[in-house]
């Protein structure tokens, strides 16, 4: 399988991802989500969790929504498509449908499981200059070591909102 399995997020710059289960990000800059935009419209795919896709509270417009739930109900909108299964069954059965790129825009569990997984080929992530109250990590129980190679460090607007992108040279062996 060719497929580019790209994990999207925006964190302080502690590595917190988001202060309760239902967070918006609305501390994030708007550079940050017009690059999200842009990155994840030319992916054409975003796989998230249900509580992300729940925060968010509809689908995301010219993207098709994947959404990892055991539950078929939702506050919203539905997604179009809802799985529940094995990181590797979903990007299966994307690959079938004829989706080589695909974004992975979270939340905690989800961002780890696609990284324990092996598959993920690229990591954007966006530092906001801010630090946030306790709250969720990037990554949770991550028990193997993960070369990264910088691709690309843009500074996003003055305030200091850093994007960086990283390619993933290798999974190691665990810790």
């Not at 946030?132 to 991550?142: A, E, K, Q, R, V």
Request: charged share 25%; aromatic share 8%; hydrophobic share 40%.
């Amino acid at each position: 399988m060719d497929t580019k399995i790209r994990l999207l997020a925006v964190t302080d710059i502690r590595g917190t991802i988001a202060i309760s289960d239902d967070d918006r990000i609305e501390w994030g800059s708007p550079e940050d989500k017009r690059l999200f935009k842009e990155i994840t419209t030319q992916s054409g795919v975003v796989v998230m969790g249900r509580k992300t896709y729940e925060a968010i509270g509809r689908k995301l417009p010219g993207r098709y929504n994947v959404v990892l739930s055991s539950k078929a109900h939702f506050r919203c909108e539905a997604p179009d498509l809802v799985l529940n299964g094995s990181v590797n069954n979903v990007v299966k059965i994307l690959f079938e449908r004829g989706f080589t790129d695909m974004c992975v825009i979270g939340g905690q569990a989800v961002f780890s499981q696609f990284l324990k997984s092996g598959m993920v080929t690229d990591l954007h992530l966006t530092i906001e200059p801010i630090i946030l109250p306790d709250g969720l990590n990037l990554f949770s129980n991550i028990d193997k070591q993960f070369l990264l190679r910088l691709e690309k460090t843009h500074i996003l607007n003055s305030k200091g909102s850093i994007y960086i992108h990283y390619r993933i040279e290798k999974v190691g062996s665990k810790i």
